[in-house]
């Protein structure tokens, strides 16, 4: 099944690949961009609540303070937030920083696809899609007109 585009305003979406080893850096560099500009509103979204806890805890180490949103949350304040992708429906954020889009954590199956369809979904206006390596196969062939393609 073929997604249809939608509307959405804002930049081109940045599909970075980094080095694996440069994760922490390469996040914490886009989530630096994103709230040093107009967005006031940035999640960074992951794939498991396990992952999201490591994250947050490689990004208070460098010195980025942010929400940890996991299963027993019941609000949500606004900021930069870390969330899982599975909690994610519902709500929206300027920006998005999609981590690890590769092919271990979105495989080419229908529920990958949703999810990760949730996860983009949330970004109101900039999108960031970070993988290590190969990119998830449900982004592989993302059409030039929408995507920039950055090395980091």
């Given at each position: 099944?073929?997604a249809v585009p939608v509307f959405r305003s804002g930049e081109k979406v940045k599909v970075v690949r980094h080095m694996p080893d440069r994760r922490t850096?390469?996040?914490?560099?886009?989530?630096?961009?994103?709230?040093?500009?107009?967005?006031?509103?940035?999640?960074?979204?992951?794939?498991?609540?396990?992952?999201?806890?490591?994250?947050?805890?490689?990004?208070?180490?460098?010195?980025?303070?942010?929400?940890?949103?996991?299963?027993?949350?019941?609000?949500?304040?606004?900021?930069?937030?870390?969330?899982?992708?599975?909690?994610?429906?519902?709500?929206?954020?300027?920006?998005?920083?999609?981590?690890?889009?590769?092919?271990?954590?979105?495989?080419?199956?229908?529920?990958?696809?949703?999810?990760?369809?949730?996860?983009?979904?949330?970004?109101?206006?900039?999108?960031?899609?970070?993988?290590?390596?190969?990119?998830?196969?449900?982004?592989?062939?993302?059409?030039?007109?929408?995507?920039?393609?950055?090395?980091?």
């Open positions: 099944m073929q850096e390469t996040i914490a560099r886009a989530v630096r961009k994103l709230t040093a500009g107009s967005a006031s509103t940035v999640a960074v979204i992951g794939r498991t609540e396990h992952e999201c806890r490591e994250l947050h805890a490689a990004l208070l180490k460098a010195d980025i303070s942010a929400m940890l949103i996991d299963a027993s949350q019941n609000k949500y304040d606004g900021g930069l937030s870390i969330v899982p992708v599975h909690l994610a429906k519902g709500l929206e954020f300027d920006a998005v920083v999609l981590v690890d889009v590769d092919r271990a954590h979105y495989g080419a199956n229908e529920h990958d696809a949703r999810l990760l369809y949730v996860g983009c979904t949330r970004a109101l206006h900039d999108l960031w899609v970070l993988h290590a390596g190969e990119r998830s196969p449900l982004v592989a062939d993302a059409d030039e007109e929408f995507v920039r393609h950055i090395e980091a």
